[in-house]
């Protein structure tokens, strides 16, 4: 059983910051990556960012260069700093763990950029 625990959400004015944190545990086998998506009421889930075993990034043209993705191997942990968060990044953030075996998902957290 592969657990996902997500943490940072909330809600914070345009141009401000939040983090956001995903702990995997359980039985991990080959872990290929770990990533975040959000997704919008009548929307279908879209990447923002992910990072590869090998450290290698990708990131969504449009949070490219306000979001940064990192990773504590130690702890098999994914972080996502946002900064300069715009209305638009309003979403609820899903981390995504993919492994040798399958791809798991955590179970959401919100982020509401709001004046």
């Known amino acids: 059983q592969v657990q996902l625990v997500e943490s940072g959400g909330g809600s914070v004015q345009p141009g401000g910051s939040l983090r956001l944190s995903c702990s995997a545990s359980?039985?991990?086998?080959?872990?290929?990556?770990m990533g975040w998506y959000r997704q919008v009421p009548g929307k279908q889930r879209e990447l923002v960012a992910v990072?590869?075993?090998?450290?290698?990034?990708s990131y969504a043209d449009s949070v490219k260069g306000r979001f940064n993705i990192s990773k504590n191997k130690y702890n098999n942990a994914v972080l996502l700093q946002m900064n300069s968060l715009q209305p638009e990044d309003t979403a609820v953030y899903y981390c995504?763990?993919?492994?040798?075996?399958?791809?798991?998902w955590g179970q959401g957290t919100q982020v509401t950029v709001s004046s």
């Open positions: 990072i590869r075993n090998n450290g290698a990034t």
């Open positions: 995504k763990l993919t492994t040798n075996v399958s791809d798991y």
């Open positions: 359980g039985r991990l086998f080959a872990m290929y990556g």
